[in-house]
């Protein structure tokens, strides 16, 4: 069992900057994936970005490559999203999660692989 939280989350305006992070509970965070997705009103819930257990390979959706970058502390237990340029579509709640997956760790971005999820945090981005 893992447990996660996100924070970070805010209202900015278009173009600006914010870092998301993603702290977990327990002693195997080296060997989770951690994908972050995100859910608009009104939409299904995305693949935004993860970062695989053991190698850290990343994988990003089109909407983000480039803008976005993931990256995990495992001595911390923290994985981060730091969010460049940010546009009024990526508004959303952004979530993070855990998976044990061998699908996970190469890049799937099939939420069921994901069984443990955080409460999410709100992103606003303003034109």
């Known amino acids: 069992q893992v447990q996660l939280v996100e924070s970070g989350g805010g209202l900015v305006q278009a173009g600006d900057s914010l870092r998301l992070s993603c702290a977990t509970s327990?002693?195997?965070?080296?060997?989770?994936?951690i994908g972050w997705f995100r859910q608009a009103p009104g939409k299904e819930r995305e693949f935004v970005a993860t970062v695989s257990r053991n190698t850290g390979t990343t994988y990003y959706a089109d909407s983000v490559k480039g803008r976005f970058t993931v990256s995990r502390d495992n001595a911390k237990n923290t994985v981060y999203l730091q969010m460049n340029s940010l546009k009024p579509e990526d508004t959303a709640l952004y979530y993070c999660a855990a998976s044990s997956s061998l699908f996970a760790s190469y890049g799937s971005s099939r939420t069921s692989l994901y069984p443990y999820w955080g409460q999410g945090t709100q992103v606003t981005v303003s034109s």
């Open positions: 327990g002693r195997t965070f080296s060997s989770y994936t």
